[in-house]
């Protein structure tokens, strides 16, 4: 993947998960390396992939929730944490990163000063 060779890491990873059984999910990994690459954009299309082929499936939000937060984007990462929440993620995975969303959230909007201008 750190050479560019995606769909060869992609195949690798598949093999993997098939012959050895209980590895992640393969495009789950290469967007964890992705993220590591600096490459979020790679990440969420590896992330969109992994969601439609394993819809039941919560480690994809998960790392949804992580490329969010590494992108400071913290509505989405709090939308991809509920989703993995809802499709039965562990405590400790959701308390980690609820831990990590803190101060990521946007300010409450204020009220808008009334200023008469003359």
């Keep these: 993947a750190i050479a560019g060779a995606w769909s060869d890491a992609r195949a690798y990873l598949a093999y993997a998960r098939d012959a050895i059984g209980n590895t992640p999910i393969p495009e789950v990994t290469l967007a964890r390396i992705a993220l590591g690459l600096r490459q979020p954009d790679r ?38 944490l509920e989703e993995a929440r809802t499709l039965g993620a562990p405590e400790d995975a959701l308390a980690e990163r609820e831990l990590a969303l803190q101060g990521k959230e946007p300010a409450a909007p204020s009220e808008p000063v009334r200023t008469i201008l003359q």
Excluded: K
Excluded at 50 to 61: F, S, V
Excluded at 63 to 74: I, K, N
């Design 43 to 80: 990440a969420i299309s590896l992330l969109d992939a992994a969601t439609a082929q394993y819809p039941d499936a919560a480690e994809p939000w998960l790392m949804r929730c992580d490329v969010m937060l590494a992108t400071d984007d913290g509505a989405a990462a709090r939308r991809a």
